[in-house]
């Protein structure tokens, strides 16, 4: 739980400092005539961002759970949560869909809370 935040202030520092590095690459490339920017050549950059790799697995919840939870952050936000009850892990999805804007049809909600109340609960 405590460990998930900073993985995101790095990641959002590393995207940051390579925006940084595009900006001023595109400020050299400014027409000296006209002062306007002048893009010869876009390119594209692999960043291997330090994300999770755990993935929900068991089916057709978990892929739902896998491409609609963890496009924002990793597994171990879901997971290291104190015990919620099915109910709360419905209004949790509903405010990742209404807060934050995950994109998730109303009728996977159910299947989706369920799924992770399930996972979450080990015995207890
Ligand atoms: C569009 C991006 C996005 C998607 C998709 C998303 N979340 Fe989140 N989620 C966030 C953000 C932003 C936070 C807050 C992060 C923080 O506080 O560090 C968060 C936080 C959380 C938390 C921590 C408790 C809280 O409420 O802050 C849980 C649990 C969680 N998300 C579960 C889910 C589940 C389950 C799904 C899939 C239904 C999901 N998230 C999909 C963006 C997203």
Redesign the pocket.
Known sequence: MKQ??IR?IVAVLVFAIGFAAHTSEARAQTSPATGKYVITKLTSTKIALPFGERVFKGGKWAKV?NT??????SMG??TQ?PPLTPAA?TK??Q???TV?????RDDQVDG?AQF?FKETHHGH
């Open positions: 998930m935040p995101i759970t609609r939870c963890l496009m924002c952050h936000m879901v949560q892990w949790e999805v405010k990742m869909r934050y804007g995950c994109p998730m989706v992770i």
